[in-house]
């Protein structure tokens, strides 16, 4: 799947839980006055949208950080080639 596609779906659906909870929160209210439901919203969405940056950040360290340990594992590790060979999927299975 295209990688923009997959960022536009992740955006659309938190924008759409956004939506949807201050719907929740904010049309029996009738007031966007209603300061709780704004501290509910940002102590909900705030950090999930922190950690969904941090996500998108450290998966490629951590891709980087695997390949590396990889080559050095080659060069240092008798056999491990041969289990590298045997063993195709180490991270995630049918995946890396």
Known sequence: MDKKKLFA???????????????ILFLPAWSFSYWNA????GILFVPMFIAGII???????????????????EE????????????????IPFIW
Not at 9 to 23: D, E, T
Not at 81 to 86: A, P, S
């Open 9 to 23: 779906q992740a955006i659309s659906k938190y924008l759409l839980g956004v939506i949807l909870v201050g719907a």
């Open 38 to 41: 704004w501290l509910f919203m």
């Open 55 to 73: 996500m998108l950040v450290y998966i490629p360290i951590i891709g980087k950080r695997i390949r590396n340990e990889e080559t050095v594992l």
């Open 76 to 91: 240092g590790l008798p056999g491990y080639k041969e289990y590298k060979q045997k063993v195709k999927y180490k991270v």
